[in-house]
C-alpha cells in the first residue's frame, strides 16, 4: 500500500528560495513558455498552473509527463534569467512510500551465527541488485513470525514512484539470503504494534517486559 501523496501529474524542482521567490513572481508567464516549448516537440502534456510548495516549485500539468516532457520543463526553467543553474538543486516527478515485507529469511543468521538486525538486512538488500535505486524511507522492521519460529519477517518502506514502476519491479521477486530464498511481497501497513524481543508476545517492547 503506498501512502497519500502528490499528484502524478505533478512536476517538483528543488532550488534556492531567492530563486523560487524570483521564479514564482511570473509564473503565468512561464506556464504559456513551458506550453510552447513542449507544444514544439508535440507533446500531448500541458501545464495547467505553478505554485510554490515546502521550498519547491510545483508544475502541475493535465497529464503524466514522459521523460522528454521533463527534460523541455528542465531546460526551459534552466534558460530563465532570474534562475541560475548552480542554484537548481533537482527535477524529479513525486513519490510515494511503498509498504513491503520480505519473509523466508531465518531469525539466527547461518553465516555470522547472530541474530539478523536492521544494519544486517540493510547490507542484504545492498548486496541485491534488484534493489539498486531502491531508497528507504525508514528504518527496516525486524518481526519473528511467532515465538516458536526461528524465521522473520522483515518489514521495510521504501519511496516508491508515483506511476508504482518500482512497486511492479519487486512483488514477488526472489532472492538468496545465504542458502535460503527469500521473497518480497506487498503488504497492507507497516506494523505500528510493538513485538517484544524477550517473550515475542505482541503489544509491548523489551524495556517492559514482564517475563
Not at 529469511?105 to 539498486?132: D, G, M, R
Not at 518489514?155 to 514502476?165: D, R
Request: proline letters at 4%; glycine letters at 2%.
Amino acid at each position: 500500500m503506498t501512502t497519500k501523496g502528490p499528484s502524478q501529474k505533478q512536476v517538483i524542482i528543488l532550488m534556492n528560495i531567492n530563486s523560487t521567490n524570483s521564479f514564482i513572481k511570473n509564473s503565468s508567464t512561464h506556464v504559456i513558455n513551458i506550453n510552447r516549448a513542449l507544444k514544439n516537440i508535440k507533446s500531448n502534456i500541458m501545464v495547467d498552473s505553478i505554485h510554490v510548495n515546502n521550498k519547491s516549485i510545483v508544475i502541475t500539468t493535465n497529464n503524466i509527463t514522459s521523460p522528454s516532457d521533463l527534460q523541455t520543463i528542465e531546460k526551459y526553467v534552466k534558460s530563465t534569467v532570474c534562475i541560475e543553474a548552480e542554484h537548481m538543486k533537482s527535477l524529479r516527478l513525486p513519490q510515494s512510500k511503498l509498504y513491503l515485507k520480505i519473509i523466508g529469511i531465518p531469525y539466527l543468521s547461518e553465516h555470522t551465527n547472530s541474530y539478523i538486525i536492521s544494519n544486517n538486512v540493510k547490507k542484504i538488500l545492498k548486496s541485491n541488485y534488484i534493489f539498486n535505486n531502491v531508497f528507504l524511507a525508514l528504518k527496516p522492521r525486524i518481526i519473528k513470525v511467532s515465538p516458536k519460529s526461528d524465521m522473520l519477517i522483515i518489514w521495510i518502506n521504501i519511496w516508491n514512484t508515483q506511476s508504482g514502476s518500482k512497486a511492479k519491479c519487486l512483488i514477488n521477486r526472489r532472492f538468496n539470503v545465504g542458502s535460503f530464498i527469500a521473497t518480497i511481497q506487498s503488504a497492507n501497513m507497516n506494523p505500528d504494534i510493538p513485538q517484544c524481543k524477550n517473550c515475542w508476545k505482541w503489544g509491548h517492547s523489551v524495556s517492559i517486559c514482564r517475563i
